[in-house]
Nanobody, 122 residues
Framework: EVQLQASGGGLVQAGDSLRLSCAASGFRFRDYRMGWFRQAPGKEREFVADIDRNGGSTGYADSVKGRFTISRDNAKNTLYLEMSDLKPEDTAVYYC???????????????WGQGTLVTVSS
């Protein structure tokens, strides 16, 4: 069973930094591209960033480019998201997911695991 548990969220002020972690289990973590997603209140879930299996290639949504950094530790089955210069519009629940076929696990099976809430005050 795929299990994904994000942590590290909290209440911060605009301009602050946070580091999110996502512990993954139930699949061979090192074999999968991983992604971060977020869902703000009343909005659709959106892509934030992704990273290939070895960590050599990353991609970011335009809204976070230059402020967020995705990384992974395959030995620890853990995905990270370093967030800096946080803005109120970054307020959301953050989730991680492995790429699954041509989609993401959460989108395909409707299961996103435990997210972590980030609230950025102005």
């Amino acid at each position: 069973e795929v299990q994904l548990q994000a942590s590290g969220g909290g209440l911060v002020q605009a301009g602050d930094s946070l580091r999110l972690s996502c512990a993954a289990s139930g699949f061979r973590f090192r074999d999968y591209r991983m992604g971060w997603f977020r869902q703000a209140p009343g909005k659709e879930r959106e892509f934030v960033a992704d990273i290939d299996r070895n960590g050599g290639s990353t991609g970011y949504a335009d809204s976070v480019k230059g402020r967020f950094t995705i990384s992974r530790d395959n030995a620890k089955n853990t995905l990270y998201l370093e967030m800096s210069d946080l803005k109120p519009e970054d307020t959301a629940v953050y989730y991680c997911a492995p790429e699954w076929g041509i989609s993401w696990y959460g989108s395909r099976f409707g299961s996103w695991g435990q997210g972590t809430l980030v609230t950025v005050s102005s």
